[in-house]
């Protein structure tokens, strides 16, 4: 039996969508994620004897026409299809037309947006079958030996939507967690084996070429904003592969992509389990790893000094710390669960670590007012890190804020599609009585204007490419794609 995992093309005369990261979109710095889920599900589904085909259709800026030539000429009984919010419409026309040119095709979605409203997806597009919700390799495994099979029963699949004989659209119960994360295949080796070239994907704060992979999943944490661990990997619980595992898959990596520069732990807080992180190092710097490539991980503003100073003799290069907000009455509204002096300790411990610190800041949270936007961008310049992101507030179906937001009647638009611009860049869906859309918008763009266009910014990332040969690459990359949507406003 043949299954076709795919990405499927969506605005791709404007860029490369980035469907895997947490705000999928086209980027203004040209980041692109790597398919990581399709990843391990191709692989379980492979090691469970199945014919698999992985495809990332944004990454090779593929239009919709070759890649329906591309299903045709390899023929799949079943078509798993990974989708967003922003692209659930065009992802489901895109199955549509799957349908159209062969109905015996079985379609399956995949993705944080189904997982979160599946009946409603259903509902809205009758050409896909199911609907495979949250961590989703068992399932498709488990729905790929009953279609293989012939049996027409998927009463008893966990995770998994359906219509049922009389067309009605079932829900069977969640699938538990995975908790044996070592049992699945090394989603490196299935990017190796399925052709996914490193050069095709981009962090703008990463040294180029990079990979991306898991090493945990879930969060413990209780941001309501975030997607992943609401609707996708779960909440309070980080399921953890062993030290020894994650490195055994750094050797791969290794010995497999002579090319890379850099390594990106994907995990939503690699940092969660201190012990567990220095154990990782420990080995890492045993087998001498952090000699030969760096590294970068979300890492909470809880981190400490001691951990930093271990992490950077280990390789790691670069933190992701979601500072979002100046204000402490904002970050306690979002859950966020940390304090300004926190952030700003952070700050001062990594620069005396030698680590790089990419920041995320948001605006559009509860309590949000022009004056405490502001206290955000004071925030930002005063912790002056390599690297800054503003957005607006981005509320997904399934999450709190999502829920926050329908509950106030804050959502100007239920159309999917406008989650992002007509040229997929991230927009704004949100409208408050003392704040609108395009005022947080327009706080973005200027906020990202005002930081980058500093003198000082400028001298020191000058500096950075004249004295760091290895990051030329992933300055010029960025920088030149960034400068292209600095001057100007999304549609």
């Known amino acids: 039996m043949k299954i076709l995992l795919i990405n499927p093309p969506f605005k791709t005369e404007y860029g490369k969508f980035s469907r895997d990261q947490r705000s999928p979109a086209i980027t203004k710095s040209g980041t692109l994620y790597y398919p990581t889920w399709l990843a391990s599900a191709t692989g379980v589904l492979e090691e469970a004897g199945f014919e698999c085909k992985l495809v990332d259709c944004c990454a090779l800026l593929m239009k919709t026409d070759e890649a329906l030539d591309m299903v045709k000429t390899f023929n799949p009984q079943m078509v798993v299809i990974n989708t967003s919010t922003p692209s659930i419409y065009n992802d489901c026309e895109f199955a549509e037309k799957i349908k159209i040119k ?124 975030c997607v992943y661990p609401q609707t996708f990997h779960g909440r309070k619980k980080y399921r953890l592969r062993s030290p020894e595992n994650v ?137 002056n890190t390599d690297t800054a992101q503003f957005f607006p507030l981005m509320v997904y179906p399934g999450t709190d804020a999502y829920s926050w937001a329908e509950k106030n009647n804050y959502i100007i638009t239920k159309d999917y599609s406008k989650w992002i611009t007509d040229e997929g860049l991230h927009s704004c869906v949100l409208s408050f009585p003392n704040l609108t859309a395009k005022d947080m918008v327009s706080f973005c763009d200027e906020a990202r204007k005002r930081y980058y266009l500093r003198p000082a910014y400028i001298i020191a990332k000058m500096k950075q490419f004249i004295m760091y040969p290895a990051e030329r690459k992933r300055l010029y990359k960025a920088g030149s794609r960034f400068i292209k949507f600095l001057f100007r406003k999304d549609k």
Not at 131 to 148: G, H, M, P, S, V
Not at 288 to 297: A, D, E, L, S
Request: proline share 4%; charged share 25%; net charge negative.
């Open 247 to 383: 490195v055994q898959e750094i050797e791969y990596i290794l010995d497999n992509f002579p090319e890379l520069k850099s390594l990106g732990f994907e995990d939503d807080t690699f940092t969660a389990d201190l012990e567990r992180t220095k154990q990782i190092c420990r080995l890492m710097i045993q087998k001498g790893f952090n000699k030969k490539i760096n590294w970068w991980v979300n890492a909470r503003v809880t981190l400490d000094l001691e951990t930093m100073l271990l992490m950077k003799e280990a390789g790691c290069r670069l933190l992701i710390a979601g500072f979002e907000s100046g204000n402490q009455n904002v970050l306690n509204a979002m859950h966020k669960g940390i304090k300004l002096d926190w952030s700003k300790r952070y700050v001062e411990n990594a620069r005396k670590a030698g680590l790089l610190i990419h920041g995320c800041f948001m605006v559009g949270n509860p309590g949000e007012t022009k004056e405490t936007m502001e206290e955000t961008f004071q925030l930002a310049l005063k912790l």
């Open 102 to 225: 062969n109905n015996s095709i079985y379609t399956i979605l995949v993705g944080t947006h189904p997982s979160a409203v599946p009946e409603e997806t259903m509902k809205n597009c009758s050409a896909i079958d199911f609907i495979a919700r949250r961590e989703y390799e068992f399932t498709l495994k488990e729905l790929a030996e009953q279609l293989k099979n012939n049996k027409e029963d998927f009463s008893q699949i966990l995770g998994l939507t359906y219509r049922n004989k009389d067309g009605e659209i079932c829900s069977n119960p969640d699938r538990p967690f995975i908790e044996d994360l070592d049992s699945l295949p090394f989603v490196s080796k299935i990017y190796k084996e399925h052709g996914i070239n490193p050069t095709d994907y981009f962090f703008a704060a990463a040294e180029y070429p990079m990979m991306m992979i898991f090493t945990g999943r879930g969060c413990p944490n209780n941001c309501f904003f």
